[in-house]
T-cell receptor, first 114, second 111 residues
Framework: DAGVIQSPRHEVTEMGQEVTLRCKPI?????LFWYRQTMMRGLELLIY????????DSGMPEDRFSAKMPNASFSTLKIQPSEPRDSAVYFC????????????FGEGSWLTVV | GEDVEQSLFLSVREGDSSVINCTYT??????LYWYKQEPGAGLQLLTY?????DMKQDQRLTVLLNKKDKHLSLRIADTQTGDSAIYFC???????????FGSGTRLSIRP
């Protein structure tokens, strides 16, 4: 399997612009997670889905952030409008219930908002 | 709420053993994990332990779990330069299925 695939790997955008991050989970996995990593706050869980349904979005920082999972093989995290404090690495991860409930991470999307 | 704590830094000499410690607060945690993150990369699963186990060994890695004290440790035997990375401890409840990560311990190796 190719693992969790994220795009873009790197993005630099201007403040106020819309940013869309994409994720393809491992085929067959029924959970999908979005995390954000910064030096100051470490690794934060933003939202997670089970069978394409959002289960817990309490980590989403504010209304500028939204996430969707239209089908089992695709999810997006959107920031509109973006702000410099949104600069971070955004990780997507997926897992399958059972076998240790292990989650597998993508390589991350490195976002810089200037 | 759930919380996972780790020390931020650890420095060891090449060839020595590294011990990275972690404490967690949620007594209902079912699975506990160790992940490794190298610079510019995502998190890579190293190993995990089920809460009814005390110890798990996998080659150079030994995980010890003290459920009474809610303490987890990762021992890396014969530490090599390639072990330099950030190591994350994480816990997961079987019911909620979200995974909570610690802040990570940056392991540096000195010659």
């Amino acid at each position: 399997d190719a693992g969790v695939i994220q795009s873009p790997r790197h993005e630099v955008t201007e403040m106020g612009q819309e940013v869309t991050l994409r994720c393809k989970p491992i085929s067959g996995h029924d959970y999908l997670f979005w995390y954000r990593q910064t030096m100051m706050r470490g690794l934060e869980l933003l939202i997670y889905f089970n069978n394409n349904v959002p289960i817990d979005d309490s980590g989403m920082p504010e209304d500028r952030f939204s996430a969707k999972m239209p089908n089992a093989s695709f999810s997006t995290l959107k920031i509109q409008p973006s702000e410099p404090r949104d600069s971070a690495v955004y990780f997507c991860a997926s897992s399958l219930v059972g076998a240790g409930n292990t989650i597998y991470f993508g390589e991350g999307s490195w976002l810089t908002v200037v | 709420g759930e919380d996972v704590e780790q020390s931020l830094f650890l420095s060891v000499r090449e060839g020595d053993s590294s011990v990275i410690n972690c404490t967690y607060t949620d007594s209902s945690s079912t699975y506990l994990y160790w992940y490794k993150q190298e610079p510019g990369a995502g998190l890579q699963l190293l190993t995990y332990i089920f809460s009814n186990m005390d110890m798990k060994q996998d080659q150079r890695l030994t995980v010890l779990l003290n459920k009474k004290d809610k303490h987890l440790s990762l021992r890396i035997a014969d530490t090599q330069t390639g072990d330099s990375a950030i190591y994350f401890c994480a816990e997961r409840e079987s019911s909620a299925s979200k995974i909570i990560f610690g802040s990570g311990t940056r392991l540096s190796i000195r010659p």
